[in-house]
């Protein structure tokens, strides 16, 4: 009577399980994380480039961006310290980025870069007025 009580509850935890189981293939999961989009950046569908400046310095700025034969794609003047200049777009090529100071004794600054669609520039002049090192990112 013992060993027929243990093995009916055996039996039922057993019975349990398998209806508690469910099987699916190893193919399906895999094809479940091949229509995954990784968490990679490739949100970028061939935007043209963007830049911006954050004014962290003490003194009003102004903001260039040109092109290496000296074409004017966008100007922003008297960007006061604490604000930005918002991102601005241009098409791809070798960009000059030009921040104006307009003060004596502080020396402006120049950086080119060649920017290539879906690439960003975010600028920082810091408490010193001064660029802060930093190179485009890719989005």
């Known amino acids: 009577m013992k060993n027929l009580l243990k093995n009916a509850i ?7 399980m398998l209806f508690n189981c469910s099987i699916e293939s190893i193919e399906n999961e895999q094809e479940e994380l091949l229509f995954q989009t990784p968490n990679a950046q490739n949100d970028c569908a061939d ?5 911006r400046v954050t004014n962290g310095g003490t003194i009003a700025i102004t ?3 040109s092109t290496l034969d000296g074409t004017v794609l966008h100007l922003v003047e008297n960007i006061a310290p604490g604000n930005s200049s918002g991102f601005l777009t241009f098409a791809p090529d070798d960009i000059v980025f030009n921040i104006s100071k307009n003060t004596t004794g502080i020396q402006d600054d120049k950086v080119v870069f060649t920017m290539n669609q879906c690439m960003s520039f975010d600028m920082v002049l810091g408490a010193d007025n001064y660029l802060v090192a930093g190179s485009p ?3």
């Open 47 to 51: 935007e043209d480039p963007q830049a």
């Open 137 to 139: 990112d890719i989005l």
């Open 10 to 16: 055996a039996s039922a935890i057993v019975i349990s």
């Open 63 to 65: 903001f260039q961006i």
